[in-house]
């Protein structure tokens, strides 16, 4: 049994897609490779314009981070403005802060107006200082924030202590504008409504190699080929195959296990708002409630290593710091998924070729990036009009040292975690 095979989500998840395999030769408008939240919405997208459209995803819908994550549709990136404004100019920085400030309202409207069985609560998300430098930095980010005109207030540490149930933090940034979701449920949903407006969703079909041909783009499978206008490709971290159009970033894993549901007493003393949390730790930490009322907590490592058993001792632990009366609650399953991680923070687009686009890199901001840019995207290369685009698009985009600074993330997060699990 795979280590996906754990996930809460995957046990969990009620959204089912018609899957049409793919058999001989097809020809469509946009080809889309890749089933996560970016390639579903620019699926979406297309097919709702009237487009012919084809799907093609190596694995299962979801397979990849955006069936994984924590679950949190928030608003903007990791970075503050100010720093999105520093990579990007003002102008390009601007637009693309606004856009992501809308982003969880576009996720919550796709779940309303396609009935997306995927838990949605609209209550906040909470950014937890976890020491007083940690209070300085959601200082920082609540006043540049909140000169964007964002709705966000800082919190003080008792009202943290009443919003999370949690005496551990210093203080909290709560942001009214996100909230959580049952991920996996979401990207199916996302792939089920595509399905119903006319998209061929095709999985279990990996994308063997794919050239560009007398003004179409020819994509080989083992099942098929797929001759196509334009092309997304939105394999994210996810990429197999295909190394000329391989993204580079940097690999970040990040688990996550959960409780049995809790007791309603248990349940009421914590988050009983309902938001999703993460801290201001330089080696993260989530929690979040689900539908049914399990615990889940989260941090950066691979589970896949040998790491896997610090990490997991490290969670236990964390646990009990963060909320004493689940000192006793087992955390028996676990699961990973993998990050996109680039060198500024800040999402790419490159361009592969004529009328052909691959996103990546949305350094664990998945759901709300990865749907407004798969819908701009497809927008952008239906009317071929670049200007649509949320971040200019650049012909190649290249990290340095990606291996080591892997190793170095993994090797960080597992020593971290063994020493706070030991003392």
């Not at 890749?34 to 919405?41: E, F, L, V």
């Not at 964007?148 to 149930?165: E, N, W």
Request: include cysteine.
């Amino acid at each position: 049994m795979s280590d996906h095979d754990q996930s809460l989500w995957l046990k969990t998840c009620r959204e089912h897609v018609e899957d049409r395999p793919l058999s001989g030769d097809l020809t469509v408008d946009l080809a889309v490779i890749g089933g996560g939240y970016t390639g579903c919405s620019a699926a979406l997208t297309a097919a709702q314009a009237g487009a012919s459209v084809c799907l093609l995803e190596a694995q299962g819908i979801g397979h990849g981070g955006s069936g994984r994550n924590v679950g949190l549709a928030n608003a903007g990136l990791w970075l503050p403005p100010e720093d999105i404004r520093a990579h990007l100019g003002k102008r390009a920085g601007d637009r693309l802060i606004d856009l992501l400030a809308a982003a969880p309202a576009d996720v919550f409207d796709l779940i309303e107006r396609h009935g997306i069985d995927c838990d949605p609560v609209r209550n906040g998300t909470l950014h937890c200082a976890h020491s007083a430098s940690g209070l300085q930095d959601l200082q920082r980010r609540h006043a540049q924030l909140s000169a964007t005109g964002a709705p966000v207030k800082l919190l003080p540490a008792d009202q943290a202590t009443q919003r999370t149930g949690s005496a551990a933090f210093h203080g909290a940034l709560f942001d009214p504008r996100a909230g959580t979701i049952h991920p996996l449920g979401y990207v199916r949903g996302l792939a089920r409504a595509a399905a119903e407006a006319g998209a061929r969703i095709v999985t279990q079909c990996p994308v063997q190699s794919m050239k560009y041909d007398n003004g179409q783009w020819v994509l080989k499978t083992p099942h098929g080929s797929v001759r196509a206008k334009s092309v997304i490709q939105a394999t994210n971290a996810y990429h197999q195959g295909l190394q000329d159009t391989a993204p580079d970033y940097v690999p970040v894993y990040y688990f996550q296990f959960f409780t049995a549901p809790l007791s309603d007493n248990l349940r009421a003393s914590i988050l009983p708002g309902g938001e999703g949390c993460w801290d201001t730790g330089l080696v993260m930490t989530s929690f979040r409630m689900d539908a049914e009322g399990r615990l889940i907590i989260g941090g950066m490592g691979d589970l896949g290593q040998a790491g896997r058993a610090v990490h997991a001792a490290w969670c236990r632990r964390k646990l009990a710091e963060l909320f004493p009366q689940l000192a006793d609650q087992p955390l028996t399953e676990g699961w990973h998924g993998r990050i996109a991680m680039t060198s500024d923070h800040i999402p790419k687009i490159t361009q592969i070729g004529p009328n052909a686009l691959s996103a990546h890199g949305y350094s664990g901001r998945g759901i709300g990036p990865g749907t407004v840019f798969g819908r701009l995207m497809a927008e952008s290369l239906l009317q071929d009009d670049p200007s649509l685009l949320p971040v200019p698009a650049v012909p190649e985009y290249r990290e340095s040292w990606t291996a080591l600074r892997r190793a170095y993330f993994e090797t960080g997060a597992t020593l971290m975690h063994l020493i706070k699990a030991r003392f």
